[in-house]
């Protein structure tokens, strides 16, 4: 049985089913929550999955980071509009010889940690997963789930398949989750862009789930130009090569599977903050620094940019 | 007192606000109905305008062009979605030595007419208009109305301001509408589409108007990088040449006019087809034909493809 202890930093759709897959394996888990603080507290989380509906009537829960233990693995489950608060809330919790592991979308997040806790500390884990809370400390997960894990290095070199991944990554392997291992996070993100890119944005545009992106020749063959400007932006950015047989594996798999709401979707309609940045910005940013043109990312860029304003004008907060 | 006769082929916004000024002006005007033929043939037209409102009590109204009789002047007042209809329309309307005034958006309009009626029965007439139509036989002019004249050469010259420009142009100067007499009907139609290419793709997919698509950076900067690809476009695949004070102009006076409304974000508020074909489809061939690159172009054109055809399966027709 693993003594590691667990932070979970964000409890929402994502960090709570990863959170409270863990707990129930048994793992020790520790809840960071803001709206529903009180609610989980008393009540405990509620997780309806299509692998298995579970009740955990009692958590760790907390309001403030200051409150929590130092934890082993601090896992950042934040949206990436909220990264602004991560130094206040790594610093009390990540013990000595912990590590932060990246839940989150987009390029640059673990820069954005290393920066807070040292490179050493920093672990990324790409998560493909629909889910979401849908009322206070309760968790609707609707498909996918696994993780992908891979270190951060401060070059941005690979850096292998390291003993710290492994029992992490045993640890959720133990709670059901599907884990992979990747030598080059650097490789792997910017692969993980190659689809959030094209499906994120249009998905915001044209207000469509996956099938419908696919079932039309315009919107189709947009997604594959974009991906394309992902792939020439990883290469020329990253030293990256995402070949083309990637590419097509990625269209047809999208094609393939059943209807999804990407992220950015699901924030939009819910008039939450859309995590534009961390996904388009970043990566806009290391094409331009490496001279490498990306207008069609550009374009859905800025489209994004003006409908989060006024998604945000309209919304109270 | 001009003895030409005028046929006005779709008495919409736009066909119906110039007929409806020339008719009360005097002039001999025969208006071509669908929808609303039997009401304007028996209550007539009705012309809410910024200049002053009028009712015209008797048209003279056809259901069918058969019925019509031979006009000197055949105003094409469609939108482009319905010109497969041109064939059928123009043949037994236009007069031996007729022509056939073009008063529509986009690009390669006026060599549709030419090969129904030959090259030299073609006029260009290019309209900055807001104006539509609000019911049966009812007209709401909003603002703006002159239409620049340009006269179509079937191998894309210059043709320089002719006596049957300005004839024509008298006509509509006598009621009370403002003409400008162009040259070259290829600049003014590229120059044309250095606004209406960026100002009605982000105006329906970002739903806004004008002020506030020119009031947030990201989308004012959009706007100037689809000038530019039009400008681009217009000099590869035409010779001509929109000079950089030219989009700059665009720009400033898009920023200080009232809050527009173009007119495909009001075909797609109201269900009705968008002119993607005439306003981006024309000017992406002519400009793929040419080599030239165009993406941001290409993007909107694949966004504005999926939404239309979204918005025309959720609409009855």
Not at 133 to 152: F, S
Not at 205 to 230: C, F, K, W
Request: charged residues 20%; aromatic residues 6%.
């Amino acid at each position: 049985m693993s003594q590691r202890r667990y932070a979970i930093i964000g409890t929402g759709g994502l960090g709570g089913f990863y959170g409270g897959r863990l707990a129930r394996a048994g793992r020790d888990v520790h809840f960071l929550l803001h709206g529903d603080y009180r609610h989980v507290r008393d009540c405990g989380l509620r997780v309806d999955s299509v692998e298995g509906d579970f009740v955990l009537p009692s958590v760790r829960a907390y309001g403030r980071a200051a409150d929590m233990p130092r934890c082993d693995v601090v896992a950042v489950a934040l949206k990436t509009t909220a990264n602004h608060l991560l130094p206040e809330l790594l610093g009390p919790v990540i013990a000595d010889d912990g590590v932060v592991l990246v839940l989150q979308n987009g390029l640059g997040v673990e820069e954005q940690v290393a920066e807070i806790v040292g490179p050493d500390r920093v672990m990324g884990g790409l998560c493909f997963l629909c889910s979401s809370k849908v009322g206070p400390g309760h968790i609707r997960h609707l498909d996918y789930g696994y993780i992908t894990l891979a270190e951060y290095d401060s070059r941005h070199r690979p850096r292998g398949i390291t003993q710290r991944m492994r029992a992490i990554g045993g640890d959720f392997q133990a709670a059901g989750i599907r884990i992979n291992y990747a030598e080059d996070l650097v490789l792997a993100r910017w692969k993980k862009l190659v689809w959030n890119i094209p499906f994120n944005s249009l998905s915001v545009m044209l207000d469509a789930t996956t099938d419908r992106i696919m079932a039309n020749g315009h919107s189709r063959a947009l997604a594959e130009g974009l991906m394309r400007e992902v792939a020439a932006a990883a290469s020329a950015a990253a030293g990256r090569e995402t070949p083309e047989a990637f590419i097509q594996s990625q269209l047809d798999d999208t094609a393939r599977m059943a209807p999804y709401s990407p992220s950015m979707l699901l924030d939009c309609r819910a008039g939450r903050p859309m995590e534009i940045e961390a996904i388009f910005g970043a990566p806009l940013r290391a094409a331009a620094g490496a001279g490498c043109l990306t207008p069609r990312i550009e374009t859905m860029y800025q489209l994004l940019k003006f409908k989060d304003e006024a998604n945000q004008r309209g919304t109270a907060f």
